[in-house]
Structure formats: C-alpha cells, structure tokens
C-alpha cells in the first residue's frame, strides 16, 4: 500500500490557497478605489478592510509556519512480561506501515513511540496517563488487551486521545450500555468475543464424538468476557459441559488442574486467557495423559504458546483468532516493505501484524490528508474509510466496530508451527 502526498488544506505546511485568495481580494479593492468617488467615509471603511486583509494574511501565514512537521503515535501493549511476543509481533506491523508511509516524503514525519503495558491492567492506567499529556501524540495504535483498554480509558477519553485497537476483543469495550466503553476515542479493527466465542466453540468440537467440555479462564477481562460467552453458546447448542475452573494469571502449577480435568473425564477443554499460562495448563494436561482437544482463543494465538507448552503438549492444538496472516493477505509490494523493515523474510509465526498494520494505517492516512490534531483524527476516524492490508477498505461504526465485522479464524498446532486453517 502506498500513502501518497497529502492534499492541500488551509493551514497544512506548505499551503498558499489562503494566501492567494487574500492576494486576489488586495487586487480587488484596488480596483474599487480606482473608480469609487472616496469620501472621507469610504476611505476609512477600505482602510479598515485592507487592515483586516493584511492581519489575516499574517495570520494564516503564520498558522501555516506553526503547523507541525513531526507527530507522534504511540503502540501500546505487552513489550515486556509473560505476554512480551504479542507485542513484540505487532511492532511489526506498525513499523512496516509507518516505513510505507514516511518512504513517501510526505509533509508530515511520523514517529513512533513504543509503550510497554505489560498487558496488565495496573500497569496499563499508569503508561496511558503519561501518553495522554504528550502533545505530540496523536493517535494510540492499541492497546492490545482488553483489560489494559478499560484501564486507559479514563486518560484517553479526558484528554480526547484516538485509538485503534489491533486485537482488544471483549465486547464491553463498544458497548453503548457498559461502564467499561471507550465511546467515542475507542475503536478497534479486529471482531469481537461475540463472534469468537461460538466460533471457539464450534472449533474445540469438531469431530469430537460426544464432546464433554471443560471451561478454564483466567480470571482477566478479556478472558472472563471470552468465557461467559462461551458457556452461553454451549447451553445454546445443548452440549454436555462437564466441568470449569478460574485459576489466575501467572499460576505456576496447573497439576492440580489437570488432575480434576482427567478426572471429568473431558476429551475438550476450552482455555480462553493467554498464551503463557495456557502453555503451562497444555503442559500440566500432556503430562497427566489427557489426550483430547486442547483448545483456545485469540489470546492463545501465539507462537510463545508453543515453547511454553513443550512441542509434544501443543501439537494438534486448535485456536481461533480475528486475525490473517499477513504473509497470506499482503501484496507482494506490502511483503517486500516488511521484509525490509524487520529483516525477517517473512511475516509467518508472528501474530496480528496484519491488524497492526490495518489499524497504524487509520492514522496515517488521517495525517496524510492533513488532520493533524487529536480532535481532527477522531472526526476523521469517525467518517471516514481506510485502505487495508492486500486491498480493500474499511470502515467503522460510532462505537468504534468495523461495519460489517471482521472473520473469525480457524488455527492448529502442526508440526510445532502454527498453520490456519481458514474461516470458522
């Protein structure tokens, strides 16, 4: 995708249409005075407008001077921490859009800010104060879990501060009846639990004869929304859920766990937190001889689920995600362009770079037309429609959905590498 040169609007660096009207007025006010008989009235009435005239072209001027040449747009999510290669993947994507972007000269240089939540909900209010008072930025690429979404909110939404997430999935966050909205500063480019949790479902189940469910979450936002929603598709469809637990986040040992699952008798567990402690629960289930369905959501969805489980635990796993691949879905120019920024040859195995690049790409095109301030870009989010990976647009609701949704994807560990399978 190529971002060309921004089009030319009033105050935008390097605009005259101001300045060439005032020139045209100057002309025509000469001309008036050519053949009007001036009184001492009309002199002083021209004087007053050809005063005005020329305030207004210092004016707009120096508007033209003091826009600025270099904004700012901040990635947020998991740098650091247990959850580090969720982030560490969508960096990518962000920095392949921006190098797209600044390749082009355009007006307006972007910078980008990198800031570590953790995905930890504590963490994440303490980071979002700090980008909120930054007048530099302009636009938030994220935050990247839900938990640490609803605890930015109260920065962004009182400092007007757009964002765009490429993969905070729980449905709370547009909803217009919850506490936890972001309205209207919140959007997000990827579907939401209300699409994943039937489809995690449908997945975990398929070709298990007589599936006996076991529900395990980790007590998150996401992972208790992703939950609730699973359970209800479950009792939707009349499935035998056999048996479900809550165990925390960062739990070390799942032996205890395991031994309750094998002992229900469960041939399909459903995990919906993360990838680290859902390596850690695969693990804790291989050990203990489960040899049915392992299964989880978008939160598992990572190539360090892989190494945290142990190749033999993870192998057969079946995941579900709102996510392309990128190596899939990119043109061969926009391949070309991450390759070049990363040094990796190809996108496969790293998470959400596709998203990352869809919702980087919401500002830049924003920037590129010329709206360059908080309250410009979240108008322009607003109204308008965004080009996306390999082709395409699209666009949002006022609560911050892409119309129409987005795909749920299908996923399965084999051979120790993370293949997909398709639409689910």
């Known amino acids: 995708m190529s971002v060309g040169n921004p089009p030319t609007r009033w105050g935008a660096p390097g605009d005259d249409t101001v300045r060439k009207f005032l020139a045209s007025a100057f002309c025509r006010i000469a001309f008036f005075c050519e053949r009007f008989v001036m009184s001492k009235k009309s002199t002083r009435v021209v004087a007053a407008l050809a005063t005005a005239l020329i305030a207004s072209t210092v004016l707009v001027s120096s508007a033209a001077e003091a826009a600025p040449k270099t904004l700012t747009i901040v990635y947020q999510g998991p740098l650091t921490g247990a959850n580090a290669q969720t982030g560490q993947d969508q960096v990518l994507g962000v920095k392949t859009a921006l190098e797209i972007y600044n390749a082009t000269n355009p007006a307006v240089k972007v910078n980008l800010l990198q800031a570590d ?27 990247a879990y839900s938990g640490a979404s609803i605890a930015s909110f109260p920065a962004y939404i009182a400092s007007g501060l757009p964002q765009v ?10 909803d217009p009846k919850s506490p936890n909205r972001g309205f209207p500063f919140f959007h997000r480019v990827i ?21 006996k469910i076991y529900v ?28 479900s637990d809550s165990i925390p986040a960062g739990t070390i040992d799942f032996t205890s766990a395991a031994a309750k699952i094998k002992s229900a008798a469960a041939n399909v567990v459903i995990y919906t937190g993360y990838y680290s402690d859902a390596g850690k629960l695969a693990k804790a289930l291989h050990d203990n001889g489960y040899t049915g369905v392992f299964a989880g959501g978008d939160g598992v969805l990572n190539n360090g689920f892989i190494p945290a489980a142990g190749a033999p635990a993870a192998e057969g796993a079946r995941l579900t995600s709102g996510s392309i691949p990128f190596e899939l879905a990119a043109s061969e120019a926009e391949k070309a362009a991450f390759t070049k920024t990363t040094g990796l040859a190809s996108a496969a195995g790293h998470a959400y770079v596709t998203e990352a690049f869809n919702a980087t790409n919401v500002f830049l095109d ?19 429609t965004f080009p996306i990976v390999g082709g395409g647009s699209i666009s949002f609701t006022r609560y911050g959905e892409v119309k129409g949704g987005a795909p749920i994807g299908g996923f399965q560990v084999v051979n120790g590498v993370i293949k997909y399978l398709g639409a689910e």
């Open 366 to 384: 924003l920037i590129a037309k010329g709206d360059l301030t908080r309250p410009a870009i979240e108008s322009g989010i607003a109204n308008g």
């Open 117 to 143: 939540d953790q995905g930890d909900a504590s963490v994440a209010s303490t980071v979002a104060a700090g980008i909120a008072t930054n007048p530099n930025v302009v636009g938030v690429v994220g935050p």
């Open 191 to 211: 579907a939401t639990d209300a699409l994943q949790g039937p489809a995690l479902v449908r997945f975990a189940v398929k070709g298990v004869s007589s599936p």
């Open 216 to 243: 395990i979450d980790d007590q998150s936002s996401y992972s208790t929304g992703l939950r609730d929603l699973v359970n209800t598709y479950i009792s939707a469809q009349k499935l035998t859920k056999i048996g």
């Open 165 to 174: 997430s490429p993969s905070a999935t729980n449905v709370s966050l547009t």
